[in-house]
């Protein structure tokens, strides 16, 4: 099957020099991902993942500059990256929490863990503490429920939460 040609860069968005944007071995990690793929842009959800690691989040530049690398507009780049959740269109902290808010997470106390991150943190969902440490994300299931409730931190799952552990995940954090 033939794929659906895309539009071409505009002058501007060509010129991007993905080099200067990214460190060495990011570019490095990139020429490494689309080799294995039979189209360079097949390799693009796995480049964001690489492109958020070096600058923490997806600024409008950073699109721009791996859509550069790939010949592909940054609108293509941006519909990607903003269906994903896990891809972050603004700063987050250095830590980001994702509290899995549905239905087993939720019957089992999700919303005492998100409460314990304000009284512990002072942020809800979609906030950042004041120092830059520590977001706080809601996410769909993370499929973990059958150790419900649960949150992602940093990559890392916490299970069978409650608020004490909570506490004392957060207090390791910050
Ligand atoms: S409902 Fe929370 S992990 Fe599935």
């Keep these: 099957m033939t794929a659906l040609p895309l539009p071409k860069p505009r002058a501007a968005e060509a ?11 990011t570019i490095a990690t990139f020429d490494a991902l689309v080799k ?28 721009a500059a791996v859509g ?15 269906f994903y959740p896990m891809f972050h269109l603004e700063p987050v902290g250095r830590h980001v ?21 304000r009284r512990a943190c002072g ?7 004041p120092d830059g440490k520590l977001t706080l994300k809601l996410a769909e299931c993370l499929g973990a429920c059958t150790a419900a409730p649960m949150m992602e931190v940093d990559g890392e799952y916490h299970e069978n939460l409650d608020p004490k552990k909570v506490e004392s995940i957060l207090r390791e954090l910050r």
């Design 15 to 25: 010129a991007i020099d993905p080099r200067k944007h990214f460190s060495a071995a």
């Design 36 to 63: 294995q793929y039979p189209e360079a842009r097949a390799a693009l959800i796995p480049m964001l993942h690489v492109a958020q690691a070096e600058k923490g989040w997806l600024a409008k530049g950073t699109l």
């Design 68 to 82: 550069a690398y790939l010949k592909l507009p940054p609108i293509r780049v941006y519909e990607v990256a903003s």
């Design 97 to 117: 929490a994702w509290v899995c808010r549905n239905i087993s997470c939720d019957l089992r106390g999700a919303p005492q863990i998100v409460e314990t991150f």
């Design 123 to 129: 942020i809800g969902p979609g906030e950042t503490t």
